[in-house]
């Protein structure tokens, strides 16, 4: 696991900057072992990458990583780009795909207020779900939980299929279309997060900032 730097109020004083925070919800399910996991891994490299080459998404976006397969872990917590580090992670274990969400609203409801607390703005934070099975635990109150959340514009909720993923329980839980990667096309979806986060942290809190259809011909995704 890799060492984060963390945070308090100290870091908030240091940089006011709004923040734009994502988790990364990522399947680590024995079924991803292999092929998957390595260009998994990659991805999370080229998507630190992307975001260096932007100063100032560097101090706005906030990343956090959360994984389901043996259990849920936090294995990143909320850190501004500059100081995060892409962990290695293993695959083993089942998908506990529900009680990892239920973990990631929390920690984003959590964060919001540490936000309001010291009075910094923030855009409409992002969950981004990567997952190549369907879950193993209870997931009935995920799709509540997550339509509620973007109808109160608490967050936006993307979830991606892998090959081998349950769309049709995919679609049940998320409130917009899942998309399918196409093969193993990792490292465009994270180049894809990160121009897109880019683009929203350089925006105003509040607006509306059009996103490239990853769906779209030649594109990394498919619906």
């Avoid at 109808?151 to 049940?172: C, M």
Wanted: charged share 20%; aromatic share 8%.
């Amino acid at each position: 696991m890799s060492e984060q730097i963390p945070f308090g109020t100290s870091d908030f004083a240091e940089n006011p900057e709004p923040r734009c925070a994502c988790i990364l919800l990522l399947d680590v399910s024995g079924s991803m072992r292999g092929g998957p996991i390595d260009e998994l891994n990659s991805g999370l490299q080229t998507f630190l990458d992307e975001l260096r080459a932007d100063s100032l998404a560097l101090k706005r976006v906030e990343v956090a990583v959360v994984t389901f397969g043996k259990d849920v872990q936090t294995i990143s917590p909320f850190t501004t780009a500059e100081h995060f580090q892409p962990p290695t992670l293993v695959a083993e274990g089942n998908t506990p795909m529900g009680q990892g969400i239920f973990q990631t609203v929390e920690m984003l409801r959590q964060r919001k207020a540490e936000y309001k607390t010291n009075g910094i703005a923030y855009f409409r934070p992002w969950i981004l779900m990567v997952t190549d099975g369907g879950p193993t635990d209870d997931w009935r109150t995920s799709p509540q939980l997550i339509r509620e959340g973007e109808a109160r514009k608490e967050f936006s909720f993307f979830a991606i299929g892998v090959q081998g993923a349950n769309l049709d329980i995919l679609k049940q839980i998320s409130f917009r279309e899942p998309l399918k990667l196409q093969g193993l096309r990792f490292r465009d979806l994270f180049v894809w997060l990160s121009k897109s986060l880019t683009s929203v942290s350089r925006s105003t809190p509040g607006d509306t900032v059009p996103l490239t259809n990853p769906a779209a011909p030649g594109g990394w995704a498919s619906v």
